[in-house]
């Protein structure tokens, strides 16, 4: 099978390549096209791979382009992993933003608008082009807002597209962990929401549901990520534990002062960062699996560090740094190549799940899947706060549609005046403004 990565310059792709190395079933991947605009990017990351495949017996092939046509033709799996602006454009996202003293963060609040309208026009193209060139390939969205760009694809590919985040898994296996669980895999997630904005309402074991347990037992509680960020008193008072993202929601104004703080944004920080990784990469007798290794490990250490602190959460523990969405993305193709039916939590088209929201929304939701693609399993309606919350969120994700379809600026203010974490339209008009000045990807609002 052939797997094509688009940004495959990008820093997280040696995760997949390595998953990838451990399969050894028939009907694996043995052909891997990287592409990406910047051909040193590529470079860069082409060596880190060659590092971890050596020794390894029938690695995958891996061929890097900066063709995109050339690299989607004849593809089997496509899985999508842009950045549109670049790490340049997270920085100023957040800059503009908390300028405002609004929320600048990549998917949540005026930094996820701004994120997205850069976004769509690249990821609608990307799917035209899916649909012209490799019409039998499935896409596994990995973009970010991974929810809304893949609503927008899947306007174009249907069910053919479906996104992934490794939150709701780690989320649920962290509860997992806590309530003892012999194999935190096998236990069954009753989350529902949208991408980064999502509840755990239960979690069964051997078919006995285990939460109410947890949200009983305050030290429990306690004991685990979302236990210290989000406090044990307001936990048991939303009777479900939510995506660590809700945190910018419930904690807003101290999430804002946190940012407002610290020396560096979080995208700054991680321009700085992968462009020592980079440049360290120029060097022809460097050892890039080494230098990828040491770059990523603090790169998850520091994940969120600015809520945790305000929350008092302390670090991160150990076994949170171990990653996951690579591992989502591939047992999400094996179950579709192989039909090897399973579970995963992951971003379709809602088809009645969630009544709230039409048919064409994408929600995260678990799915099962199969040779068919993913179907979403029937789920019970949110509680009537989570409810307004997600219908709010859905109706901007829905102007920021129309704002890059439309090439509207007002439409654009209108995205960013409906979120429920902008408190003005004239703050809107204001970060609309801002963000056309920093981001030539956003010259086509008029």
């Known amino acids: 099978m052939k797997l094509t990565i688009l940004g495959g310059g990008g820093f997280r792709v040696p995760l997949v390549y390595g998953a990838l190395l451990g399969d050894r079933a028939e009907g694996r991947v043995t052909r891997v096209v990287l592409h990406d605009l910047d051909a040193e990017r590529l470079s860069a990351v082409t060596r880190v791979l060659a590092e971890q495949a050596a020794g390894v017996p ?15 033709r004849g593809a089997d799996f496509v899985f999508s992993a842009i950045r549109v602006g670049g790490l340049e454009g997270r920085a100023h996202d957040e800059a503009v933003a908390l300028a405002e003293g609004v929320l600048g963060q990549e998917t949540v609040g005026a930094g996820g608008i701004a994120y997205g309208l850069r976004t769509v026009p690249v990821a609608v193209d990307i799917a035209r082009r899916v649909a012209r060139l490799a019409p039998d390939a499935w896409v596994i ?19 053919r597209v479906i996104g992934i985040c490794d939150s709701p898994v780690g989320l649920g296996r962290r509860i997992a962990r806590v309530l003892g669980a012999a194999n935190p895999a096998e236990a069954w997630i009753d989350y529902v929401g949208l991408n980064h904005l999502g509840w755990v309402r239960g979690l069964h074991i051997a078919g006995r549901d285990e939460l109410p347990r947890l949200l009983a037992d305050r030290d429990l509680l306690g004991s685990f ?56 990469m120029r060097r022809p007798d460097a050892h890039a699996l080494k230098a990828w290794e040491r770059t990523r490990a603090e790169r998850e250490a520091t994940y969120m560090s600015e809520n945790r602190e305000t929350a008092g959460a302390g670090e991160r523990d150990a076994d949170d740094l171990s990653g996951g969405y690579e591992k989502v993305a591939l047992a999400l193709m094996r179950a579709i190549a192989r039909d090897e039916r399973t579970t995963l939590i992951l971003n379709v088209r809602n088809k009645g799940t969630l009544t709230a929201l039409d048919t064409e929304a994408v929600i995260e939701v678990p799915c099962l899947v199969d040779a068919n693609g993913a179907h979403p399993v ?25 704002a890059a379809e439309s090439r509207s600026r007002t439409t654009a203010v ?7 974490l902008v408190d003005s339209v004239n703050v809107a008009r204001r970060l609309v403004d801002g963000y056309t000045a920093v981001h030539p990807g956003l010259n086509y609002l008029k």
């Open 414 to 420: 209108k995205a960013f005046a409906l979120h429920p």
């Open 225 to 280: 990520e979302e236990g210290k960020l989000f406090g044990v008193d307001w936990l048991q008072s939303l009777g479900a534990i939510p995506n660590e993202y809700l945190h910018y929601y419930y904690f807003n104004r101290e999430a804002v002062r946190a940012y407002q703080a610290v020396e560096k944004t979080r995208g700054a920080f991680l321009k700085d960062q992968q462009a020592h990784f980079y440049d360290e």
């Open 378 to 402: 029937a789920v019970s309606p949110l509680p009537g706060h989570a409810t307004g919350l997600v219908c709010a969120v859905k109706a901007v994700e829905r102007e920021v549609l129309a």
């Open 58 to 72: 029938d690695a995958p092939e891996v061929r890097a382009t900066t063709d995109l046509d050339e690299a989607l």
């Open 141 to 159: 969205n990995f973009t970010n807002p991974a929810g809304l760009v893949t609503e927008a694809m899947s306007r174009h590919l249907g069910d």
